[in-house]
């Protein structure tokens, strides 16, 4: 089992930034995948970045160029940077982790955390 703990959500300003990280209870070299997906007001959850342990990263349309996702292996936790926030970035951010078991995969979630851009 992987418990994924979100931090760093918060309010700000249009323009500003935040960054948010997801600390594993587990080794994240043992993870095959780790990202941050998101769920505004009135959407349904979709990926903002994503980051395989291959190091390869994907990322949404909407984030590309304010948005970078790392890995702290040391620390075991994946970053989530954000820059240039826009009122459209308003969500819930939720880690998500992919792992690869000998008998099959399975998705991890953690509970979340608030980001609000505004005025």
């Known amino acids: 089992q992987v418990q994924l703990v979100e931090s760093g959500g918060g309010l700000v300003q249009p323009g500003g930034s935040l960054r948010l990280s997801c600390a594993s209870s587990?080794?994240?070299?043992?993870?095959?995948?780790l990202g941050w997906y998101r769920q505004g007001p009135g959407t349904v959850r979709r990926p903002v970045a994503t980051?395989?342990?291959?190091?390869?990263?994907d990322y949404a349309k909407s984030a590309e160029g304010r948005f970078t996702i790392t890995r702290d292996n040391a620390k075991n936790t994946a970053k989530l940077q954000m820059n240039s926030l826009k009122p459209e970035d308003t969500a819930v951010y939720f880690c998500?982790?992919?792992?690869?078991?000998?008998?099959?995969?399975?998705?991890?979630w953690g509970q979340g955390t608030q980001v609000t851009v505004s005025s």
């Open positions: 980051i395989r342990n291959t190091g390869g990263t």
């Open positions: 587990v080794d994240i070299k043992s993870i095959y995948q």
């Open positions: 998500n982790a992919a792992v690869n078991y000998a008998s099959g995969s399975k998705t991890y």
